[in-house]
Antibody, heavy 119, light 105 residues
Framework: EVQLVESGGGLVQPGGSLRLSCSASRFRFSSYWMTWVRQAPGKGLEWVANIKQDGREKYYVDSVKGRFTISRDNTKNSLYLQMNSLRGEDTAVYYC????????????WGQGTLVTVSS | SYELTQPPSVSVSPGQTASITCSGDKLGDKYVCWYQQKPGQSPVLVIYQNNKRPSGIPERFSGSNSGNTATLTISGTQAMDEADYYCQAWDSSVAFGGGTKLTVL
């Protein structure tokens, strides 16, 4: 079964840093744009960042620009999100998802990892 | 940024047809997809490219997109369809609608 598994979430103080990871299995990871999507408690889905197959193109939502960095390691079938200068409004479940260019949609999602920013 | 608007909630009786709308400027010119999310679970793609169903999605799920409005239709709604539904389109970046809570009662 195709699978994406996130890890690295937890409780962090405002201004702190956290690095999320997403591991892909039984999946042609290197062939897909990959994305981080977050969901604040009781709220809707928000696109955060995405990265091209070779890692050379990266895009971010305005609210995280300069604070978050998306990266990938195709040799390890892994996606990352380095989050710095965290704020309370970054509290959310963070999902990694693959972008299917044929579908023009996110067809595979991980189970999510919770990030809580609080003192 | 591109905005997609959904009604916060829709109610339907079991066996009836549920329609969830998603509105955006010239949305009919874009591909729209729909995700279903049940409590505590990850989103699941149920419709892509306006009206196509991924493998494993029941035939009762269908979609349309024209003008400024896309619609997700669930025919013969079942209790298991109770969930939050999100539309999504691509403009200069990914845009999600705010989500619609479907209640089956």
């Amino acid at each position: 079964e195709v699978q994406l598994v996130e890890s690295g979430g937890g409780l962090v103080q405002p201004g702190g840093s956290l690095r999320l990871s997403c591991s892909a299995s039984r999946f042609r990871f290197s062939s897909y744009w990959m994305t981080w999507v977050r969901q604040a408690p009781g709220k809707g889905l928000e696109w955060v960042a995405n990265i091209k197959q070779d890692g050379r193109e990266k895009y971010y939502v305005d609210s995280v620009k300069g604070r978050f960095t998306i990266s990938r390691d195709n040799t390890k079938n892994s996606l990352y999100l380095q989050m710095n200068s965290l704020r309370g409004e970054d509290t959310a479940v963070y999902y990694c998802a693959s972008w299917n260019g044929d579908y023009v949609a996110f067809d595979i999602w991980g189970q999510g990892t919770l990030v809580t920013v609080s003192s | 940024s591109y905005e997609l608007t959904q009604p916060p909630s829709v109610s339907v009786s079991p066996g009836q047809t549920a329609s969830i709308t998603c509105s955006g400027d010239k949305l009919g010119d874009k591909y729209v997809c729909w995700y279903q999310q049940k409590p505590g679970q990850s989103p699941v793609l149920v419709i892509y490219q306006n009206n196509k169903r991924p493998s494993g999605i029941p035939e009762r799920f269908s979609g349309s997109n024209s003008g400024n409005t896309a619609t997700l239709t669930i025919s013969g709604t079942q209790a298991m369809d109770e969930a939050d539904y999100y539309c999504q389109a691509w403009d200069s970046s990914v845009a999600f609608g705010g989500g619609t809570k479907l209640t089956v009662l």
